[in-house]
């Protein structure tokens, strides 16, 4: 596969590896570790069921059990690389990368409503970019709704540059190594 997208020259981080644990800005104690599926199955798929539809974008996650549970296996197979934060043993944030080449992948990242804003986002997203440049991914693109600048500002806050802002999304990406 070709990777046709604009990397930054000098790589971002350091990014820690899973497992992490942090306090988030409303207190609370939350994990971000590798996801097991054994483990943490039934919890993201619960996860997802409850995610409000105003805070799904570019069609994703999907709605309902099948859908979710079709999809949450693409994005957990073989090659992927998956973390999830957890707060009392409920998932509430999520994030994947699903390999695009040997050494390049997508990101994806998720938070329940609830947790939104508590600085958990940045430390799933951090703990995620960890893992995949332990996993041997030495870049990673993501693409954004224009309009979505929270997410955009955290994406900039962690390392990635704008690579193509010229379509409907803005993409972006990272170099981890």
Known sequence: MTDDKTYPDEPAGPFPEPPTPVEDREGRSI???????K???EALEAM???FDPADRAQGIPPTGEDRIADWLDSITGSGTVNVVATHDDAAVGHATLVPDGEVTAELAIFVLQDYQGAGIGTHLLETLLGAGRAA???RVWLSVERWNEPAISLYEK???EPSDTESFEHEMTIRLD
Request: hydrophobic residues 25%.
């Open 158 to 160: 962690v390392g990635f």
């Open 39 to 41: 483990r943490d199955r």
């Open 48 to 50: 997802y069921e409850a």
């Open 136 to 138: 041997g991914f030495e």
């Open 31 to 37: 994990t971000v570790r590798r996801y097991d599926e």
